[in-house]
């Protein structure tokens, strides 16, 4: 039973609804949640973390030490924010200056060197491993 009368409009709705669902059983149990890539059908953690490595990163984009850090980062002892932060580090999809302007969300003027030497583009890798104020703070944390 409705609450209410059906306006004009919504019994076109209501009729393709219908016609929509013919042929399928009813039945009288809870509804679940089915993880499709798995046979179990239960959904793991390391499922979906497998099914998002190859969307964002393909298998041939990597050789094998970089394919051993990406490995190895889950597995840390580190905070789950410091790895979270790894991660995206290694895949470059922090908000660098590139990556910004990637999104369009830098002025169309702003320079995307290193705000830290000036010298080169800002891509994660420069601004934490290769820049040359960075090899200083690195060479400090490291005494």
């Known amino acids: 039973m409705w609450r209410r009368p059906h306006f004009v409009w919504e019994e076109g709705l209501l009729i393709r609804l219908k016609e929509g669902l013919e042929g399928h059983m009813w ?5 679940r ?13 390391k499922s979906c973390y497998l099914k998002l490595r190859m969307l964002l990163v393909g298998e041939e984009e990597w050789n094998i030490e970089e394919f051993r850090v990406f490995e190895s980062i889950w ?3 580190a905070p789950l924010k410091v790895v979270a932060f790894s991660w995206k580090l290694l895949l470059d999809r ?3 200056r590139r ?13 995307y060197r290193c705000v830290l030497c000036g010298i080169t583009e800002e891509p994660a890798n420069h601004l ?4 040359s104020f960075t ?9």
């Open 75 to 77: 597995k840390s002892k």
């Open 99 to 111: 990556n910004l302007a990637r999104r369009n969300c830098l002025p169309p003027k702003v320079s």
């Open 135 to 143: 090899t200083k703070v690195w060479t400090c944390v490291m005494r």
């Open 128 to 131: 934490f491993l290769h820049c």
């Open 94 to 96: 922090i908000p660098t």
């Open 33 to 45: 949640w089915v993880w499709n890539l798995e046979e179990e059908r239960v959904f793991p953690v």
């Open 27 to 31: 039945v009288n149990h809870p509804d």
